[in-house]
């Protein structure tokens, strides 16, 4: 699992890469979040970087950033 993210968002960070494959790669991110939520926990990087994403031109990809910012929700509530 960790692997797996640390992987996609790589990926992530070239800058030519088609969006069609971005919005996989932003939803993988966001069900991993649901399966391993202490792994982006404290991961306030990864947010960052997903919130400026919601800038991108692509109207789709910003949908699907926004769906893994939604699905990653329960991993940054603090629990008591």
Do not use: H, W
């Not at 893994?68 to 603090?78: D, G, I, Q, S, T």
């Amino acid at each position: 699992g960790k692997a797996y993210a640390l992987l996609l968002l790589k990926k992530l960070e070239d800058p030519s890469l088609n969006p069609e494959i971005q919005c996989m790669s932003y939803s993988a991110l966001g069900k991993l979040a649901r399966r391993i939520p202490s792994y982006f926990r404290d991961n306030f990087d990864l947010l960052e970087k997903l919130f400026r994403a919601t800038l991108l031109k692509n109207e789709r990809v910003r949908a699907n950033v926004r769906d893994a910012l939604a699905m990653m929700k329960e991993a940054y509530v603090k629990r008591s």
